[in-house]
């Protein structure tokens, strides 16, 4: 059975860092890429960012390009992002989602999300 | 970037109904739209891939169509578990890849 569980999520101060880890199982990890994804309080789906299977290609959306940085470690089934210089806009649930591209790419995999709140 | 705009933001809908839920690309986007269903707290969950491909295990009373620019979404029996947030999403330019607004289906 295929399951991602993020952590790592937390309160934090405007200005501050978190780190967010997504651990992967029932699927062989190194060969899919994979997408943080958020959600802000009572909003839509937003697209943060995507590393590769061998993380030769690694995207971010314009919001946290910058401030983000997503990494994958495959030996261990992990996949993380580093939040950085963090605003009040990020609060959101993040959710770390599996990409599947064979022929028409998609996330068919979501993990149950962690809460990220950026508050004095 | 593309941008997704989808419609009705909400419905209000029985048991038993059939509901159709649009989504519209500012380009064409082929057949590279997926829908998502979100309940509250939950995850989204994968309902349909390219337009009109059924995802593993989800009920065959959901159905996708279209390509270009524009897209359905049909419930073809509304269930009282498909009360959700339905989003779609387009996977023709990435990145990004951008997801419509939602459209909230709840009960009548």
């Known amino acids: 059975e295929v399951q991602l569980v993020e952590s790592g999520g937390g309160l934090v101060k405007p200005g501050g860092s978190l780190r967010l880890s997504c651990a992967a199982s029932g699927f062989t990890f190194s060969s899919y890429s994979m997408n943080w994804v958020r959600q802000a309080p009572g909003k839509g789906l937003e697209w943060v960012s995507s590393?590769?299977?061998?993380?030769?290609?690694?995207y971010y959306a314009d919001s946290v390009k910058g401030r983000f940085t997503i990494s994958r470690d495959n030996a261990k089934n992990s996949l993380y992002l580093q939040m950085n210089s963090l605003r009040a806009e990020d609060t959101a649930v993040y959710y770390c989602a599996r990409g599947k591209s064979s022929g028409f790419y998609r996330n068919d995999y979501w993990g149950q999300g962690t809460l990220v709140t950026v508050s004095s | 970037d593309i941008q997704m705009t989808q419609s009705p933001s909400s419905l209000s809908a029985s048991v038993g109904d059939r509901v159709t839920i649009t989504c519209r690309a500012s380009?064409?986007?082929?057949?590279?739209l997926n829908w998502y269903q979100q309940k509250p707290g939950k995850a989204p969950k994968l309902l349909i891939y390219?337009?009109?491909s059924l995802q593993s295990g989800v009920p065959s009373r959901f159905s996708g169509s279209g390509s270009g620019t524009d897209f359905t979404l049909t419930i073809s029996s509304l269930q009282p578990e498909d009360f959700a947030t339905y989003y779609c999403q387009q996977s023709y330019s990435t990145p990004p890849t951008t997801f419509g607004p939602g459209t909230k289906v709840d009960i009548k």
């Open positions: 390219a337009a009109s």
């Open positions: 590393i590769s299977s061998s993380s030769s290609y690694i």
């Open positions: 380009q064409s986007i082929s057949s590279y």
